[in-house]
Structures are given as C-alpha cells and as structure tokens.
C-alpha cells in the first residue's frame, strides 16, 4: 500500500484546512486509516482512524468536535477535515494504515500501523 498525503499549509486560527491520502497498491478495503501528527522532539501523535470497510471512526479527545474524518472509496482518498484550528495544532500530519483493523480494533500508537505516507506541514499562527 502507498500513501499520498497532502493538502497542508498556513492558516490563521479559527481557520480550516482539508488534508488528503489517497492510498495505492494492493487491496486494502479491510484497513483502517488513521492521521497522526508530529512536532519537533515528540512522538508521533494520534489524530484519527476510519475503517474503510464501514466507515467507523475513532477521534482524539484533543479534536473531537473540530475535525472529521471522512472517506471516499471510489477516489481511494481519506480526508481529514480540520475546522476552528488552533496554533497547537501546528504539526507535520502523517497519514498511515493499519492491516490489523478487523481482528484488532482501532489502533491509536504509531506502532500500530504498518504502511506510512511522507507528512504534510500544518502551520496555524495566533
């Protein structure tokens, strides 16, 4: 599986950004996808998680209620809306998918994941 993130970029707060990954290669219907985020000396931070199979979804408590995420199956694409941004949220953001979906749940640890987009910076200034 090959992932393709994008859609960052610098944003006032209050604004809104649309990220994209749209995934590639050898069937993956039965992974879940998930957004992470990541600063400068930090780990890898969970963001988001939807089953491609049934559209289930699994938010951070942290942007529970500002971002959703979403799906597109005939466009192979997950989204990550982010509304009522917030400097905090300045991040480089990851999209990865997780193979173990269906036997394991939702997965909210980088090592969770098995395959990994490049990242797409998120610059929200005050």
């Known amino acids: 599986v090959q992932l393709q993130a994008s859609g960052g970029g610098l944003v006032q707060a209050g604004d809104s950004l649309r990220l994209s990954c749209t995934a590639s290669?050898?069937?993956?219907?039965?992974?879940?996808v998930g957004w992470f985020r990541q600063t400068p000396g930090k780990e890898r931070e969970f963001v988001a998680a939807?089953?491609?199979?049934?559209?289930?979804?699994y938010y951070a408590d942290s942007v529970k209620g500002r971002f959703t995420i979403s799906r597109d199956n005939a466009k192979n694409t997950v989204f990550l809306q982010m509304n009522s941004l917030k400097p905090e949220d300045t991040a480089v953001y990851y999209c990865?998918?997780?193979?173990?979906?269906?036997?394991?749940?939702?997965?909210?640890?980088?090592?969770?994941?098995?395959?990994w987009g490049q990242g797409t910076q998120v610059t929200v200034s005050s």
């Open positions: 990865a998918a997780d193979k173990k979906y269906l036997s394991e749940g939702f997965g909210t640890s980088a090592n969770d994941y098995d395959y």
């Open positions: 939807i089953s491609w199979s049934d559209g289930r979804t």
């Open positions: 290669g050898r069937t993956f219907r039965s992974y879940a």
